[in-house]
């Protein structure tokens, strides 16, 4: 399962990368499982009992990727992950590799690990990406620029007054952002405390979902340069899931009786909102929960929704009054967005030394109508 996330990007220099993927079609086979299981599992065991891995190894022996993010150039980092099959503890080991624009490997990195070891959640950015260890705050947390060199990052507890090409990099506990122009990591100003979900949109504008103790509905809320501009409530019967923005397109999942039901909708920046709770997407056939949900924003302000591990619909235009069902090569265990540009991840949902069929990184650069398999041969 992918932990990582991305938001934004552009799509500079993705034909070209695109190209050095292995071209088929959406309806296609998918590929099949590869290698004799037994010569996999010996191999995979010597990868995580290595103290110095080579990246090359700890790709082949994880299969598929655990995440790509696209820098503001379009180079990727794919990021792998090769955990302990028979147990929670023990030996592992984990990679990176970025990829430059025009489909060759820029530098690579791998290392021996722990399995019960969190890892960092990388971001894409002007100039490269930034990494945060999950739940461990800001300790930790470190640059890549394109070409693969480790920078370090300024940690600061000062708010900062979140501006164009800021980025969020966590949600909440604790909520932090990165200014790429400084490599700074600090809280966002003017948060309100009772945020229970947060959006930063490429212009700068702090969306955020309030919670309130009283009987009063949630409200949705944008700040830009720490002033308020507006508010609206999330409808009657309903509560505030997740929340994203980018385009000119905020998006907020309405939940009830723990499932998502719908959406409330703005396309010109908080002007006008609508509800989204009938038409394409059979939100009555979304049953793995709010927690599963997957709402995207491309950055022509097109939705994406759907469930992780299940079935995904975008929208037809920046209106997103229609919207269509994916067909995909696989069954995607995650799917995200960078630019216009989807990333769909293949991989076993339960540790295994094998390989599941169509197994890997699939790439579409045309709204779902066809997919490239990711060739990660160095």
Same mark, same amino acid.
């Given at each position: ?122 971001? $894409? !950015?002007? =100039?490269?990406? @930034?990494?945060?260890?999950? /739940? &461990? ?5 470190? +640059?890549? %620029? ?112 723990? $499932? !998502?039901? =719908?959406?409330? @909708?703005?396309?010109?920046? /908080? &002007? ?5 709770? +009938?038409? %394409? ?98």
């Amino acid at each position: 399962m992918a932990w990582l996330r991305e938001r934004g990007g552009r799509a500079a220099g993705l034909a070209v990368v695109a190209g050095a993927v292995l071209a088929l079609t959406a309806c296609g086979s998918g590929g099949s499982a590869e290698g004799d299981a037994g010569d996999r599992e010996s191999k995979y065991k010597r990868v995580i009992e290595d103290p110095h891995p080579r990246p090359a190894d700890v790709i082949e022996a994880a299969g598929a990727p655990t995440g790509a993010v696209r820098a503001g150039d379009g180079s990727l980092l794919l990021t792998y992950d090769a955990g302990n099959v028979e147990d929670d503890e023990g030996p592992a080991a984990t990679a990176w590799r970025i990829v430059g624009p025009d489909g060759r490997t820029v530098a690579e990195h791998a290392e021996h690990a722990d399995a019960e070891a969190t890892r960092p959640a990388f971001k $894409g !950015v002007s =100039g490269g990406f @930034v990494g945060v260890p999950p /739940g &461990e705050g800001t300790e930790g947390a470190y +640059a890549l %620029d394109v070409r693969g060199k480790r920078h370090e990052v300024v940690v600061t507890e000062t708010p900062l007054r979140v501006r164009p090409d800021d980025v969020l990099l966590a949600v909440l506990e604790p909520t932090l952002v990165y200014r790429p122009a400084t490599r700074t990591v600090a809280p966002p100003a003017g948060v309100p405390d009772d945020a229970i979900g947060l959006a930063v949109d490429e212009g700068g504008t702090v969306w955020s979902l309030e919670q309130h103790l009283t009987e009063d509905p949630d409200r949705v809320v944008w700040q830009r340069d720490g002033r308020t501009l507006g508010s609206t409530a999330v409808p009657e019967s309903y509560a505030g899931g997740a929340l994203a923005a980018r385009g000119g397109t905020v998006a907020l999942a309405l939940t009830r009786d723990e $499932g !998502v039901r =719908g959406l409330l @909708v703005t396309t010109d920046g /908080g &002007e006008r909102w609508r509800t989204v709770v +009938a038409g %394409d997407i059979p939100w009555k056939d979304l049953k793995r929960g709010s927690e599963l949900f997957v709402l995207e924003v491309l950055a022509d302000g097109r939705l994406l929704v759907g469930e992780e591990g299940g079935r995904y619909w975008l929208a037809a235009d920046r209106t997103n009054s229609a919207f269509h069902a994916l067909k995909t090569p696989a069954a995607f265990t995650s799917l995200t967005v960078d630019g216009t540009t989807l990333y769909g991840i293949r991989d076993a949902t339960t540790a295994t030394y094998d390989l599941v069929r169509g197994e890997g990184l699939w790439i579409s650069t045309d709204g779902g109508h066809e997919w490239q398999r990711h060739d990660q041969r160095g």
